[in-house]
């Protein structure tokens, strides 16, 4: 079994910050990919950063130049630095995963999603 576990959300005022965290763990050989998405009130959900285990990274526009995407392969771990944060940046975040197996095969993975709330 695969899980990941997210930290570090909360309710923070326009132009704070606030840094999640994400932790993968189980029987894991590698993880191709891991992305923050969200969700807010009355939207559907955006991908907002994705990194690949080989260091590329890629952001949502209303995103760039705030957020910054980081990961520690060794550690499965991956965390989302948000910066400049705006009330447009409420929502639910959640971290999602590609993980290989130790047999070959794919899958992906979510994790419960964590609150952020940026006031005015």
């Known amino acids: 079994q695969v899980q990941l576990v997210e930290s570090g959300g909360g309710l923070v005022q326009a132009g704070g910050s606030l840094r999640l965290s994400c932790a993968a763990s189980?029987?894991?050989?590698?993880?191709?990919?891991m992305n923050w998405y969200r969700r807010a009130p009355g939207k559907q959900r955006e991908l907002v950063a994705t990194?690949?285990?080989?260091?590329?990274?890629n952001y949502a526009d209303s995103v760039k130049g705030r957020f910054t995407i980081s990961r520690d392969n060794a550690k499965n771990t991956v965390a989302l630095q948000m910066n400049s944060l705006k009330p447009e940046d409420t929502a639910v975040y959640y971290c999602?995963?590609?993980?290989?197996?130790?047999?070959?095969?794919?899958?992906?993975?979510w994790g419960q999603g964590t609150q952020v709330a940026v006031s005015s």
């Open positions: 999602n995963a590609r993980i290989r197996f130790p047999l070959g095969y794919e899958n992906d993975f």
């Open positions: 189980g029987s894991i050989f590698s993880i191709p990919v």
């Open positions: 990194e690949t285990s080989g260091g590329s990274t």
